[in-house]
């Protein structure tokens, strides 16, 4: 038995978004994390291996030590000291707020805890718990 096309019911569209349209869709807190959680987990990982040369070249003796407390205090090259510190407190956000989303993932995927109500919560907490983390070790950078 043939079903005509205006008999069927319609269904909605879904479409792939692309980088450059995502202020025009309104995302849940939840793709925002996912998404930050993907973004901060690539650059931790393209700048693993200068993040360990730095602190590899800082402890090796005290003087190369000093040279890093410099670069904070009066900057380094053409970059002001405040530049320096904004680059690292980005960093530290960076870092902690993808451990904290790995976390939420790890506890989701644990206790299968997969409702939209938590995933709301759960993302909200992840994002603010990230930045409050920050904003305590920025006030230690600062000042």
């Known amino acids: 038995m043939a079903t005509s096309p205006t008999s069927l019911r319609q269904r909605p569209v879904y479409r792939n978004i692309h980088v ?77 707020f993808h451990f904290i989303a790995g976390l939420r993932h790890l506890w989701m995927d644990v206790t299968h805890s997969v409702s939209k109500q938590f995933g709301r919560t759960s993302s909200i907490v992840t994002l603010v718990l990230s930045t409050l983390l920050t904003v305590a070790l920025g006030w230690k950078l600062f000042f």
């Open 20 to 96: 450059t349209q995502l202020t025009g869709y309104r995302l849940p807190p939840s793709g925002w994390v996912s998404i930050l959680h993907r973004i901060s987990g690539a650059l931790l990982f393209l700048l693993m291996p200068f993040v360990i040369w730095l602190f590899d070249t800082s402890v090796t003796s005290e003087i190369s030590y000093e040279r890093f407390a410099a670069a904070y205090r009066s900057g380094a090259g053409w970059f002001p000291g405040w530049f320096v510190k904004l680059v690292t407190l980005g960093l530290i956000w960076g870092y902690l």
